[in-house]
């Protein structure tokens, strides 16, 4: 294919729900780099918050049967209807192992398969060794997800670094309004309070911690509401705001009434304007157990918030601690603690590592890089370099 010639790509996501490989896949879509090249279309479940967003963003979406399983056999056949009627080029998948099979089953197609995780069934086993013949060529959001596949077996040459990346704009900025206090009712956000900075608040104020992303048992949502008791400690008036939905709310929401947050502790549930949220916010918390990068954690790098992360995964290749974040043990709630009560005694500490933090997202993990880095990768796989 010619360097300067359009590429035809059907994106499958098997989950439905908006999350990290949802909002990848939105950002990729929207931004006039990859949209310059590439004719996409996409093919996912009816019904959840992201299907919902590609269509309201104008996004031709073809709707699959059944659930969010990676392996549904009842897609097998109008994936394989919808890639041969669409004359792609590529059939790019995010998860979904059902639309990888199918796309074998259509001449002439290619298939790129984007890792977002740590483990799975992709990295282990027999299902490392099948990858040859399921994708021609596997995008590694981080190098450890690069290196955990090449130690599983899965040929070096097939394998692409392309880091997460997130839109660097003007929207993506602190607007500097102050944060809104948000109403545990309503699931969103009222009235408004004034933000003065995670390392500037009195003991009967305290800063608004914000942590966004499933409620999953590998997200470690439960050590950050842990480590809540000893914040308030020192700030009373402290607030953690937890957005996203997932199977845990429940237990969480319980977790926090038996340690006596409920004043404290707000689920929001899905929210679909992260940067405003984050804009109001004073410190960032990722407390995963399990991360390949952390879409989320770049989101609030770019809106210049001061950040705590468990060191798993791809996390370290984003923060230098000490520089633009702080990193803590994976499932350790004290410190956790200690590094957000670090970060409110020192404020020209939380307000360099909030700046260095959206000059590394600038530098590294834009949208833009994100989408040269997944074109290339569509080169390769249709001139069959490996």
């Not at 009434?257 to 940067?275: A, C, N, R, S």
């Not at 157990?289 to 705590?308: F, K, N, Q, T």
């Not at 307000?351 to 997202?361: P, Q, Y």
Request: charged share 20%; proline share 6%; net charge positive.
């Amino acid at each position: 294919m010619p360097d300067g010639a359009r590429v035809r790509v059907l994106h499958v996501m098997s989950d439905s729900n908006f999350g990290g490989a949802g909002r990848y896949l939105i950002t990729l879509l929207r931004g006039p780099e990859y949209a310059a090249r590439v004719d996409a279309e996409v093919a996912c479940p009816r019904g959840g918050a992201l299907w919902k967003s590609l269509r309201d963003g104008g996004i031709k979406t073809h709707t699959l049967p059944g659930s969010d399983k990676s392996l549904d056999p009842g897609q097998f056949l109008p994936l394989v209807r919808i890639a041969r009627r669409g004359r792609f080029d590529i059939v790019h998948t995010h998860a979904s192992l059902v639309a990888r099979i199918a796309a074998r089953f259509v001449p002439g197609t290619r298939i790129v398969f984007t890792k977002h995780t740590m483990g799975g069934a992709g990295s282990a086993g027999i299902m490392a060794r099948l990858q040859p013949l399921l994708a021609d060529r596997v995008i590694c959001v981080s190098k450890a997800v690069l290196g955990e596949l090449a130690r599983s077996g899965v040929p070096r040459g097939m394998l692409d670094l392309v880091y997460n990346g997130v839109e660097t704009g003007a929207g993506a900025e602190p607007a500097g309004a102050g944060p809104r206090v948000p109403s545990a009712g309503a699931g969103g956000l009222s009235q408004r309070a004034p933000s003065q900075g995670a390392g500037s608040r009195g003991r009967d104020v305290g800063p608004v911690i914000v942590t966004t992303g499933r409620l999953e048992p590998d997200k470690g949502h439960r050590f950050l509401v842990q480590a809540m008791p000893r914040v308030l400690k020192h700030h009373r008036g402290a607030r953690l705001w937890i957005a996203g939905d997932g199977s845990l709310r429940t237990e969480l929401e319980a977790l926090a009434y038996q340690l006596g947050l409920e004043k404290h502790v707000v689920f929001l549930g899905f929210v679909e304007d992260v940067p405003d949220l984050l804009s109001r916010a004073d410190v960032f918390v990722l407390p995963s157990l399990s991360e390949a990068l952390g879409i989320s954690l770049l989101e609030a790098m770019a809106a210049s918030l001061p950040v705590v992360a468990s060191a798993v995964g791809g996390v370290p290749e984003v923060i230098e601690p000490g520089f633009n974040g702080l990193l803590v043990p994976p499932g350790d709630a004290d410190k956790i603690a200690l590094s957000l009560l670090t970060l409110s005694g020192e404020p020209e500490l939380a307000l360099r590592l909030g700046k260095n933090a959206r000059k590394t997202v600038e530098g590294r993990f834009s949208a833009a890089q994100q989408a040269k880095g997944t074109v290339d990768c569509y080169m390769k796989t249709l001139r069959r370099v490996g």
